[in-house]
Each structure stands twice: as C-alpha cells, then as structure tokens.
C-alpha cells in the first residue's frame, strides 16, 4: 500500500476520496432528513441524458452532467412544489427514466459505444485527473460556503416550511438552492463511484449517523467522517483485491448500514425491555 | 383598540370554481380568545391559511392586526399540529430558535439574543430544561408547548394554534388552556379545534365554519352539520353568516356529542 502512495493516480484517489466525502457528509445529511434518498439517484441517473449529449456533441461529458443534473433536480422541486403539485416519487421517477432513456438514444446517434461512458456508470476513483480534483475542490466551497450561511434557513425549511414561510423564509428560493447544491455534488460523486451507486454514498452515512445522534451539524460531520472512512478502506481492499474501488466502496457502506440499523433495532428493543421493566 | 382579525365577505379556495370558504364574516378583538371549530373540511385550515397571508382571497377583505395577512405577518405566531410526521434531528432549542428567523437575516447566525429571546419563551413555557433535548424524545404535551415557544419568538400580538390538542390527554389539555388563558393576558388567540367540549369553558367566543363545495355534494345539509356541532356563538355556516347568539356571556355547553 505505501508503494501505490508512491504513484499519482492513488494519491489523486485519496484526495478525491476526501473532497467527495465533505459533499457526502453536508448534502447528504440534508437529503436524508428531507427523506429524499431516491432523488440523488434520479438526479444522477436524469443527467446519464447530459453524459449521451455531450458524448454526441463532442463536449466535455463534465459539463453535459452538470447542467442535465441541474436542470432536472429544478425540475423536479417545481413540478413537486405547493399543494397541488405531482409527488415527489413519480417526478422522480419520470426524470430517472427519460434521462437514461435520451442517454442510450444520444450514444446510438453519435454512433460509437463510448468507453468512457463505463467509466461514468461505474465510476472511476483510479483515473481521477488533477483538473476533476481541481472542480471538486471548488464545489466543495461552494457547498460549505452556501449551506454554512443558509444553514438556519436550510433547517428550519427542511423542518417545517410552512412556519418558515409565515416567518419571511423564501422556502421556494432555498429548496432551490438546496437543490442545486445537491445536484452539483451529485455530479461530482458520479466521476467517482459512478451514478448508478451515487445515491447509496450520499445517504448511507447520514442514514447511519441519524441513528446515534441528534443536531444537523454534527450530523454533516459525522456523515462526512464515515463517508471518509468507507472512501479510504473500500479503496485499500479493492487495490488489495483488484475489484472496482466504486463497487467496493458501496458493498462497505452496505454492510455497514445493515448493521448500524440492526445494532440500533436491538439497542432499542433492550431499552423498550428495560423500561418496561422499570414500570 | 384595532382588532386583531377582521374578516368581511371573505370567500377563498384553491380550485376555480370551488371556494372552501364562502361569505365568512367575523372579528376577533385585540384581547380575544376565540375558538374556530367545524368539520373535517370545513375550512378551519384554509382560513388560518388566509389569515395567516398563506392563501389571497378570491373575494372580501381581511385586515389582520390593522394590516394585510402578509404584511402582519411578522406579528402573528402560528402553532402548526405536530411537524413533521416522522423523527427530524433538531433540539427543543433549535425549534425555538426558528421562531427569530427573519429578525436574524440569512448568512448571519442567530444572535445571542436569538438565543436568550428562545430560552425565556421555552421558560415561560416550562419547559427550559428541554431545551437541549431531541425534539423526538419529548411528549406530545412537551412538544406542543416547545412549538408554542417558538410561535412566540417574534412577541407576536396574535397566536393562532392549530388542533393543537389533537395529540394530547386529557390532564395536558386542562393545564394546556390554562397556560392559553394565561397568554391571553397579554395578546389574542385564535384555536383551531374540533373538540368544542374541551374548549368552551376557556374561550371567550366560537366561530364553526363549515363550507365545503366538494364535487360529490354532501349527505348532510351543512346547517345540520353546524348544529350537530353546536355553535352557540358566532356561527358562519353555508355562506349565510348568521349570528345566532351574540358573544360570551351566559353560553350553553355547547357539547352534545
């Protein structure tokens, strides 16, 4: 392990692994107390349709990601808003769909299979360029600088956003921002571990961390520190295996996540004996 | 004194064509405390909703505390039933403090008089020693008076609850009015409720709406429904409003379920 250190392609891994947990930890802990897991995976299977156009228009694949993974998670927060609009899990699920399927129609018409579109499926931890880390390093300020001076509104809308209306808040305008945010690290996640396994990194470890504590900030650190730990072991065993690192990653954050809920469901039901006990 | 809600011919709705509200016409004076009883689909929540600038009329005016719904606001604290449906990691405090947003703008922290403004209401409320409990772990009764700190962050002159008993026991509803009348010392009340029972001794008036144009037409003629109810005080049914007894003094139990 301290040869690979040696080669830049691993050391541009590790500094990956870190900038992509910070995005996990933040937007991921406002994603799950939002109950709004499935949108990071529609989110970043919508933006398959940006990948396939800009495979086809000859444009760097980043952007096509981008501004597809924007536009749809836009979307998505106008067609759910107010009382009368569609819910959430069928605008999800339209968006998933029609963006894997212009995904698949725009790599037929640009008439080649494209490689590297494997790469954005799966993920590519080992082939991270100094230019992506560059980006992530950016988006990751953008994240810490947004969400830290929103963060009262952020909560308190995520709470309860009538209240939050009725006290001046513009909850539309910070969905949206929340929305974006969770778009952009959507997109910067997917270079890594791929957009079919984004939606379980951004999750698992908020889902993991709302267990055993209590507060949205030391749930962003928290959920931050765990995804940083996954990154780093399920990178380390899948070198030592030779297995895809993205894949690897997520089976860790998968047993992890099992276990966290069954440890939690029999800390529970001991307290639930005790108390009853004490009656 | 200006009222506190003055409401005259107001009809509103969210569909076209189907108001939920018809013809509502009544007045809560500055140091009132009315109970707002109907129906399930009535339209008690979509006339908070108005009152509170969430909804704009589609006829009629209402001036809240002498101003617009959306211009007042600021001065009116809204206690919603219990938020959310499911577990949300925040503290009593951080409930409370959400009562100051709009005073503290956004990309500022709340201030240290946020906090001391946040810990007095929950103190008033007694329940200060929550304050660094998870929301979660309280009692439905807890819950309520933590919501009530936070409606009270901006010192509002109107408090408007809705069902706010909905998931309390009996014994919490009893000191829960108390505290209530208490309040209303210093601003007016409006309680949203479809318990009439448990209210009518606390109150000082009692407005039952019900108006509901559902598509499919209803089985009972909605005069029925407002006496089913027993509405002694001002009654607001079926777009004729018609008071039926004048307000307070001498009310029956208006209890006859």
Redesign the interface.
């Known amino acids: 392990m301290t040869d690979l250190l040696g080669h830049v392609f691993m050391q541009h891994a590790l500094a990956a692994s870190v900038l992509s947990s910070v995005a996990c930890g933040v937007i991921g802990t406002l994603v799950v107390v939002n109950r709004m897991s499935t949108l990071t995976g529609s989110i970043a299977h919508a933006s398959f349709g940006g990948l396939g156009m800009a495979f086809a228009l000859g444009l760097p694949p980043m952007y096509g990601a981008l501004a597809v993974s924007l536009l749809s998670a836009l979307g998505i927060g106008a067609l759910t808003r107010g009382a009368r609009g569609d819910s959430p899990d069928s605008a999800m699920a339209a968006f998933w769909a029609t963006g894997m399927a212009a995904g698949l129609v725009f790599i037929r018409l640009s008439g080649s299979y494209a490689p590297d579109l494997m790469s954005w499926l799966f993920g590519s931890l080992l082939t991270v360029s100094r230019g992506d880390l560059v980006l992530a390093a950016l988006l990751d300020i953008l994240i810490l600088v947004v969400v830290g001076g929103l963060f009262k509104e952020l909560v308190a809308v995520s709470y309860d956003a009538e209240f939050s209306a009725i006290r001046g808040i513009r909850t539309g305008l910070v969905r949206g921002v929340f929305l974006s945010l969770a778009a952009v690290a959507i997109v910067m996640l997917m270079k890594m571990t791929g957009l079919i396994m984004v939606m379980a990194l951004m999750t698992i470890p908020a889902a993991v961390v709302r267990l055993f504590t209590c507060g949205m900030k030391k749930m962003m650190i928290l959920s931050s520190v765990i995804a940083l730990a996954l990154n780093l072991s399920g990178l380390w065993l899948a070198v030592l295996l030779d297995l895809p690192p993205g894949a690897v990653i997520i089976l860790m954050a998968g047993v992890v996540y099992f276990g966290a809920f069954a440890y939690a469901r029999r800390r529970d039901s001991a307290a639930g004996r005790a108390a009853q006990k004490s009656q | 004194m200006t009222p506190a809600i003055e409401i005259r011919d107001l009809t509103a709705g ?1 569909a076209a064509g189907q108001p939920v509200i018809e013809d509502i016409s009544l007045v809560v004076p500055a140091n009132g405390f009315m109970a707002l009883i109907g129906p399930n689909g009535g339209g008690k929540t979509t006339l908070v909703k108005v009152i ?3 909804l704009n009329p589609w006829k009629g005016t209402v001036r809240v505390l002498g101003a617009s719904p959306a211009r007042a ?2 001065r ?1 604290g ?1 206690v ?1 039933q219990m ?2 449906g ?1 577990s ?4 009593a405090l ?2 409370a ?3 100051r ?2 005073i ?1 703008p ?2 500022r ?2 201030t240290a008089q946020d906090r001391s403004v946040s810990l007095e209401n929950l103190a008033l409320l007694g329940v200060e020693t929550l304050a660094g409990k ?1 929301m ?1 772990s309280l009692s439905g009764g807890q819950r309520q008076r933590v919501l009530i700190a ?1 409606a009270l962050g ?1 010192q509002p002159e109107l408090l408007l609850l809705d069902e706010p008993v909905a998931s309390v026991d009996q014994e919490t509803q009893e000191s829960f009015f108390n505290l209530l009348s208490e309040l209303n010392g210093k601003l007016a009340i409006v309680l949203v409720t479809h318990d009439v029972g448990a209210v009518s001794s606390h109150v000082k008036s009692i407005a039952c709406i019900n108006r509901r144009l559902v598509s499919h037409g209803s089985t009972l003629p909605p005069e029925a429904v407002a006496e089913a109810y027993g509405c002694p005080f001002e009654l607001v049914a079926h777009g004729v409003p018609h008071r039926v007894v004048g307000q307070a003094a001498g009310h029956e139990d208006g209890s006859n379920d």
């Open positions: 969210y509170l600038g969430l606001s600021e009116v809204y919603p938020v959310p499911y949300f990691p925040v503290t951080d409930v403090l959400m009562g947003l709009g503290t956004p990309f922290r709340y998870p979660d936070r901006t």
